[in-house]
Every structure is written in C-alpha cells, then in structure tokens.
C-alpha cells in the first residue's frame, strides 16, 4: 500500500511539474505576443540602438505625410493634415523625457521666428500615468512656452510614424511629404537645416 501511495505522489508531481512547465511555455509566449503587437512602451532617444539617428526620409524622393487624429490643447479633435496649409515640423515628445525638454528652448526659438510660415505641431505622447494632458500642460506653462501642443490621445500618431524612441521630429512640406526626419534629440542648426529646406520651395 504504501508503495502504491509512493507512486501516486510521485506521478502527481510529474504531472504538476508538467502542468507548471506547459504553463510557463504558454505564458512566454503570450507575453511575447502582447510585447509586440499591443504595447507600446516609450523611452528616450538616449535609450535607442547605436544605429538610430537623423537623416534624411529613408525612401527615394519624398515620403507622403502620414494623417492621424489628434486633439488640441482645448480638446479639439483635428487631423493632422488640417495643418497642411503651410510646411509642418512635426515633433513627438513627453515631459518626462530629458532629450525632449533639452530641445524645446530651440524649438520655441524657431517658431517665433518661422512660426507664420510654418505649423509648429508638437504631439504630447499621453499614456495616462506617466504622461497625461495635465502633466504635460503644467510643463509647457512652467516652461513659458508658446508653440501649439497637440495630444495623441487615440495613439494614431504614435502607431502610424512607429514612434518607439522619443524626441523624433519630422519635417513635412507643404505638399505634405515627409522630406527629413530626425530620431532624438536635434540641435538649433539641425532644426535650422530641417527648416531651410522646407522653405527652399
């Protein structure tokens, strides 16, 4: 009898120890399946593979704008191609990212100067925790900025330019093609190139 007991326990371990197994597999891969095609997880451009960096559209000639809903800072729902009467510079950002905040001083100086010949469209990448409308208002307002802040509410924007490494800044023509991009942070003269040549048309 107990030799029967001894065995009942032991392929009852077996048994669990393969349950817990096949579990674990599943759960991998799961995970892995929720990973890739449903969460997005933003860091910042310090935080990008060696490879990332600016550079020019990465097509032959001009790669058309892609449009995305979005709201502006009074809630507003708008597309993005409401704006496409003058050229566009097209940034994403977040308040918590160090890259983003150390670009936007530039960034407020550029459009004073070009801001009525260019839309300025700086989308907010809100995910309700770590980055939501008030956080992002309350920096803009510290900060004294003027530019126009837009809102990625529905997360169009973020999914449509494949937006996993913050600041990225593109820079849209008037005919609404994309004619340079830029993956983090950019400095005054490569704001200034990326204008240049949105205004040489």
């Known amino acids: 009898m107990k030799a029967r007991n001894i065995l009942l326990i032991i392929g009852g371990v077996i048994v669990l120890a393969g349950l817990l197994f096949g579990a674990s597999v599943l759960y991998k891969k799961m995970a892995d ?6 969460v997005v997880e933003f860091q910042t451009s310090a935080e990008a593979p060696a490879e990332s960096g600016a550079g020019e559209a990465p ?5 058309p704008a892609k449009n995305f809903a979005m709201t502006d800072a ?8 409401d704006l496409f009467d003058k050229p566009v510079v097209l940034n994403f950002w977040a308040s918590w990212c160090p890259p983003c905040r150390g670009e ?9 100067q070009h801001g009525d010949r260019i839309n300025f469209v700086f989308v907010n990448l809100v995910d ?23 809102f990625d509410i529905y997360g169009e924007g973020s999914e449509d330019y494949e937006i996993y490494y913050i600041p990225d800044t593109f820079f849209i023509d008037r005919h609404g093609d994309v ?3 830029a993956v983090g942070g950019i400095d ?14």
């Open 59 to 63: 097509v032959q000639g001009n790669t």
């Open 104 to 112: 936007m001083p530039d960034f407020e100086e550029m459009y004073k």
């Open 179 to 181: 004619v340079s991009y």
């Open 188 to 201: 005054k003269e490569q704001m200034q190139a990326g204008i240049d040549k949105l205004l040489e048309e």
């Open 128 to 150: 309700g925790s770590r980055e939501t409308e008030e956080t992002a208002k309350a920096f803009i307002e510290e900060q004294g900025f003027t530019f126009p802040i837009y």
């Open 74 to 81: 009074d809630g507003n729902e708008m597309m993005l191609s």
């Open 33 to 38: 399946k929720v990973d890739t095609e449903n």
